[in-house]
């Protein structure tokens, strides 16, 4: 029997579509996990305040009483042999701007630093930066310069519109040329972010960073510079999955990057 992994998403889109895609990916793994997605209802400050209030957090529980999901419904907690959150950290938002931008970051940094395995119950807590639709905030043409990945949080409102713009084919089925391109993309500039170039980058420093270390260089990015650099955690959730044989391919297919990702702060 296949593991089933329990996959909590903030909203039903994009993420859901992107979940899906990510189902598509897996299938061309030798092991597929069974994937059994939720979806939350409300944001990451949500979240944040009921882990801090109960370290033991029933997810399962809470979102069988508000879906229709009957596959979800079914679910049992003691067959789910993993649990991943994946939440938009929205800080551009103005109700966190306006009840204090600093306590909102201090709590998603308290609530990173516990849901940081997936097999605990707690699960493990990746953040789209700023949100969902950064996964294909790219474009071939503008690979050349990471510059272009940081947005003005003043602008964030207009954050999709930026996407859909910079990516017109957002959302459309990718080729296996064009997947791995994403996934370099993405792999790069996480690794980037958190160790400012890209000189030791390789599978094992890769798979050792983690999502606090990623939201450290984005905070300081967020407080001092009012910008958020676009950054998707969903490639890096499939490398959590498929490892080194998917970073092996990801490098191997996708070419050599145009970027250094040398420009960090």
């Keep these: ?19 899906d895609f990510l189902m598509q990916r897996l299938e061309e793994a030798a092991s597929k996990p069974r994937i059994v997605w939720g979806y939350w209802h409300t944001d ?20 069988q009483k508000y879906t229709d999901n009957l596959e979800l ?15 938009d950290l929205d800080a551009h938002c103005s109700k966190y701007v306006c009840s204090g931008l600093d306590a909102y970051l201090d709590q998603v940094q308290k609530v990173l630093s516990q849901c940081t395995n997936e097999t605990s119950p707690l699960g493990k807590l990746y953040i789209s930066y700023p949100m969902a639709e950064a996964l294909w905030d790219y474009s071939i043409e503008d690979s050349s310069s990471a510059r272009r990945c940081f947005f003005p949080l003043s602008h964030g409102a207009l954050y999709k519109r930026h996407v859909q713009e910079r990516n017109p084919h957002k959302g459309e089925p990718l080729s296996s040329v064009q997947w791995m391109k994403l996934c370099d993309i993405h792999f790069r500039r996480a690794f980037g972010i958190s160790m400012h170039s890209l000189e030791s980058y390789s599978y094992t420093a890769l798979k050792n960073l983690t999502q606090q270390q990623i939201f ?3 905070r300081k990015i967020v407080s001092v510079y009012s910008q958020i650099f676009a950054l998707s955690p969903f490639p890096l959730f499939l490398l959590d999955i498929r490892g080194e044989h998917l970073f092996n391919e990801v490098s191997q297919g996708a070419g050599s990057s145009l970027c250094a990702y040398d420009c960090f702060i």
């Design 1 to 19: 029997m296949n593991e089933i992994l329990l996959v909590i998403t903030e909203g039903k889109r994009p993420e859901k579509e992107i979940v």
């Design 44 to 63: 990451l400050l949500d979240l944040c305040k009921k882990v801090l209030c109960d370290p033991y957090l029933d997810y399962l529980g809470l979102l």
């Design 73 to 87: 419904k079914d679910l049992d907690q003691d067959s789910v042999s993993e649990t991943y959150l994946f939440f």
């Design 216 to 218: 450290v260089s984005q």
